[in-house]
C-alpha cells in the first residue's frame, strides 16, 4: 500500500470517528428518527423501587415504540410520554453522589427543559406532615456537610452532650457545625450555600396545580387513619444520613425549621441550579422519625404513589413542544 493510500485511508477512519463520537454526545432518541431530534422532554428524577412501582402501577407512563430506554453508566434511562408530555425518567438509587452523577448524565445526555424530583421521606414534624402526605419544600438544605469541633470548644450548632441521657454534660464528640458547599454554574463565580431553593415560577404553579389533587388513602385493603394531603410552604432537609433517631429529628427541626428529611433531595437540587435548569421537588412521607416504619402497607407506598400523583398532574400542566411528523 503507498503511502498516499495509507494517509487517505487513516484521515478517513479519523472522519468516521469523529462522526461517531459526535453522535454519541446527541440525543440517543434522536438517532432512531429524523422527527425526533432536538426536541425538549422534561426529567423525572426518583429515588426507589417503591417509587418505580408507583410510577408503573398508575399506568400514565408509555414507553418509545423506537427507543424505550437507554443505559448509561449503569443506569437506565427510560424514555417515552406521561400524561401525554414526553420525559426521560430516571431511578437514581439513593445517596447525594448517586443522585447528583444521574441528574448530571441525565442533562448531558439529553435536551431537558427541567427536572421533576419525587419520592419519599420522614417526617421530622408529625403535628404539619403525617405518613402519606405529600411534601413540596420551598427550600431544601443540605445538613450532611459537618465541620466537627474539639472537645472543650463553645462553638457549634450541635452539642453533643446536650443529648447525654438521663443527665446532660460534657461528651466526648464536642460538638458540630453545618457547613456551607459550593454551588458552582455557569458565568458565575462560586457561591457559598446551605439552602437549595425550588425554581420560583414552578413551586408558584404548583401551588395552584396541586391544591385540590385528591390523594389516595387506602393500598391492599389497609387505609390510612386520614385522608392525606398536599403540604405546601415548608423546608426539607436532605444528607447521607438516613434518619431514624427522634432526638436529632427534632433538633433539625427546631434549628433549621425543616419537616421532612431525605437522602438526595439537596443533590438534585444542587445539580440542577448549576446547569441553570428549573427544579421541584416533591416528597411523599413515609414514616415520621423514631417510630416505626410502616414498610410498603400502607404508608410506605402511599407515600410514594401520592408523590407521584403529584408529579404526574404538575409535569401534566408544563406545556411540551409535539414532533414535527405528529
Same mark, same amino acid.
Given at each position: ?8 485511508m487513516?484521515?478517513?477512519?479519523l ?15 434522536a ?21 418505580? /412501582?408507583a ?10 415504540? @423506537? ?6 453508566a ?7 410520554t ?8 430516571? /431511578?437514581?438509587?439513593?445517596?447525594s ?7 448530571q448524565?441525565l ?7 427541567g ?45 453533643f452532650? @446536650?443529648f ?9 464528640l464536642?460538638?458540630?457545625?453545618y ?6 454554574s455557569?458565568?458565575h463565580?462560586?457561591?457559598d ?7 420560583t415560577?414552578?413551586?408558584?404553579a ?30 426539607g432537609?436532605?444528607?447521607?444520613s ?9 433538633f ?11 437522602? @438526595? ?19 411523599g412521607a ?7 416504619? $410502616? ?23 408544563? $406545556? ?5 411528523c405528529?
Amino acid at each position: 500500500m503507498s503511502s498516499v493510500n495509507l494517509v487517505v485511508m487513516v484521515v478517513g477512519l479519523l472522519v468516521l470517528a469523529q462522526q461517531s463520537f459526535q453522535m454519541s454526545l446527541r440525543n440517543p432518541v434522536a438517532e432512531t428518527s429524523n422527527c425526533k431530534i432536538d426536541f425538549t422532554r422534561l426529567g423525572l428524577v426518583l429515588t426507589s423501587d417503591t417509587n418505580e /412501582k408507583a410510577l408503573q402501577d398508575s399506568g400514565l407512563f408509555t414507553p418509545d415504540a @423506537e427507543t424505550p430506554y437507554v443505559d448509561i453508566a449503569g443506569r437506565r434511562f427510560h424514555i417515552g410520554t406521561l400524561n401525554a408530555r414526553y420525559i426521560v425518567y430516571v /431511578k437514581i438509587g439513593g445517596n447525594s453522589v448517586n443522585a447528583a452523577i444521574a441528574v448530571q448524565i441525565l442533562l448531558n445526555r439529553f435536551r431537558i427543559h427541567g427536572i421533576i424530583h419525587f419520592g419519599s421521606a420522614g417526617s421530622l414534624d408529625k403535628k404539619s406532615i403525617v405518613p402519606g402526605d405529600v411534601s413540596v419544600p420551598l427550600a431544601v438544605a443540605f445538613t450532611g456537610a459537618w465541620d466537627w469541633k474539639k472537645f472543650g470548644s463553645a462553638e457549634g450548632k450541635l452539642n453533643f452532650g @446536650e443529648f447525654n441521657y438521663p443527665v446532660n454534660g460534657e461528651n466526648l464528640l464536642a460538638s458540630v457545625d453545618y457547613d456551607t458547599v459550593k454551588l458552582f454554574s455557569k458565568g458565575h463565580s462560586p457561591q457559598d450555600v446551605f439552602w437549595f431553593p425550588s425554581t420560583t415560577s414552578w413551586y408558584s404553579a404548583a401551588t395552584q396545580v396541586l391544591q385540590d389533587l385528591e390523594l389516595r388513602q387506602c393500598y391492599d385493603r389497609a387505609c390510612l387513619p386520614s385522608k392525606p394531603k398536599i403540604v405546601f410552604g415548608t423546608n426539607g432537609s436532605s444528607s447521607d444520613s438516613y434518619i431514624k433517631n427522634k432526638a436529632y429529628g427534632d433538633f433539625l427541626h427546631k434549628v433549621f425549621n425543616v419537616s421532612t428529611a431525605d437522602q @438526595e433531595s439537596a443533590a438534585v437540587a444542587w445539580t440542577s441550579l448549576s446547569n441553570e435548569k428549573p427544579f421541584i421537588v416533591i416528597r411523599g412521607a413515609s414514616n415520621v422519625a423514631g417510630e416505626a416504619n $410502616p414498610g410498603l402497607s400502607p404508608a410506605g407506598y402511599l407515600a410514594s404513589y401520592n408523590a407521584f400523583l403529584a408529579a404526574a398532574k404538575f409535569i401534566e400542566s408544563i $406545556p411540551t413542544p409535539r414532533l414535527a411528523c405528529e
